[in-house]
């Protein structure tokens, strides 16, 4: 499983800083986040939750999930076949059934989008999609060296104007890739016979 170290590394040879010279792990850490936050966006985690509900009540607090985007479907009670998938409403961190049975303190499930992560122990995202990760990371890391603003990096005018256009070449793939990656989501939420 890819670590964050692993990501590191792949982005430090992009940048032909493979001694980490020039990027404290700080500012590679921040720029992987910022391309997983958009790359989940176009190309989520997918998970199947299990939450017990209240007795006596719809609300259902979505605040211990961590990285939720979206809640996709709601089942209640969980478990039946075929399941039982509820009308719900999201605000901020609550979840509202809006029909079916009161809930009496049984097991929910919910069908998430979540955003990627990684850390040390390895990463969520799958190896299919690491690459788009470390293009948009890469992309990121170059235009904050383009922009004079990383720290202990003295720059001259033909450095600088590398990395801007490092930044701009890789920024532009990165978008393009996660639109591809957005089209490919829509298209698998279709139901058969809808076009």
């Not at 430090?12 to 997983?36: N, S």
């Not at 939450?51 to 209640?76: C, D, K, N, Q």
């Not at 919910?110 to 122990?121: G, K, P, T, Y």
């Amino acid at each position: 499983m890819t670590t964050l170290a692993d990501f590191r590394e792949r982005m430090r040879i992009d940048l032909q800083d493979p001694a980490g010279e020039r990027w404290a792990d700080e500012a590679l850490d921040r720029h992987l986040g910022r391309a997983l936050a958009e790359l989940s966006r176009a190309a989520p985690r997918e998970a199947r939750l299990t939450m017990a509900t209240a007795p006596g009540s719809r609300e259902l607090s979505l605040a211990g999930i961590p990285g939720l985007l979206e809640v996709a479907r709601a089942e209640y009670p969980a478990g039946l076949e075929p399941p039982a998938f509820r009308s719900f409403a999201v605000f901020g961190s609550l979840l509202r059934f809006e029909d079916g049975p009161l809930p009496d303190g049984s097991d929910c499930r919910l069908w998430c989008r979540l955003l990627h992560a990684a850390d040390e122990s390895g990463s969520t995202l799958p190896a299919a999609l690491e690459d788009i990760a470390v293009l948009g990371a890469t992309a990121f890391a170059a235009a904050e060296a383009a922009s004079g603003t990383l720290e202990r990096l003295t720059l001259n005018a033909g450095t600088a104007a590398a990395y801007a256009a490092m930044a701009r070449e890789r920024e532009t793939a990165f978008r393009q890739l996660l639109r591809e990656l957005g089209g490919r989501g829509r298209l698998r939420a279709r139901r058969a016979g809808t076009g």
